[in-house]
T-cell receptor, first 111, second 115 residues
């Protein structure tokens, strides 16, 4: 069973709208949580990284939140653009040398 | 562009063959991690190399092996290829160890097809 679950699996929104992607995890002990954006056929690109003590991190129109108590994270995208169409992957690192990847949310932004 | 390069871009092999994939890390980075990404799935961690030593391994059989060279470039070797090995293989470089807060920079990947 994957220790990182993302929802929704896919999402279609109109350009200019906001959206929120969810990530729940059971990885323990927790070290950090990252969100990546992966364009089709490309390697993932880091958006944010948060440690235990951080509960919000922004990168332009991307804002990630972390609730380490409930083991939940979200990625909020504001004023979406066509170029935001991609897969968004949540990655949780344990204190051991192991990173667990979620399956990703496939976001499509339509004009 | 992340500065991480991988070769080849695409590769087709048959079952039972062996394959070597290559990765050049970003300048100044001493850590390389390898991932297998099946279609529609998130990447699965294979292993990591830090300063030429294996520094962590995921749940992959021993026929998946690797090397890191003094210039921190890396190879992933897969022996006795199976159909399920067909996937996108990603490498990522970073400056420190895996579980720290350092950012990993991914290469574009090598698409391996096993027939």
């Amino acid at each position: 069973k994957n220790q990182v679950e993302q929802s929704p699996q896919s999402l279609i929104i109109l350009e200019g709208k906001n959206c929120t992607l969810q990530c729940n995890y059971t990885v323990s002990p927790f070290s950090n949580l990252r969100w990546y954006k992966q364009d089709t056929g490309r390697g993932p690109v880091s958006l944010t990284i948060m440690t235990f003590s951080e509960n919000t991190k922004s990168n332009g129109r991307y804002t990630a939140t972390l609730d380490a108590d409930t083991k939940q994270s979200s990625l909020h995208i504001t004023a979406s653009q066509l170029s935001d169409s991609a897969s968004y992957i949540c990655v949780v690192s344990a204190e051991s040398n192991d990173m667990r990847f979620g399956a990703g949310t496939r976001l499509t932004v339509k004009p | 562009e992340t500065g991480v390069t991988q070769s080849p871009t695409h590769l087709i092999k048959t079952r039972g063959q062996q394959v070597t994939l290559r990765c050049s890390s970003q300048s100044g980075h001493n850590t390389v991690s390898w991932y297998q990404q099946a279609l529609g799935q998130g990447p699965q961690f294979i292993f990591q190399y830090y300063r030429e030593e294996e520094n962590g391994r995921g749940n992959f059989p021993p026929r998946f092996s690797g090397l890191q060279f003094p210039n921190y470039s890396s190879e992933l070797n897969v022996n006795a290829l199976e159909l399920d090995d067909s996937a996108l293989y990603l490498c990522a470089s970073s400056l420190y160890g895996l579980a720290g807060s350092d950012t990993q920079y991914f290469g574009p990947g090598t698409r391996l097809t096993v027939l």
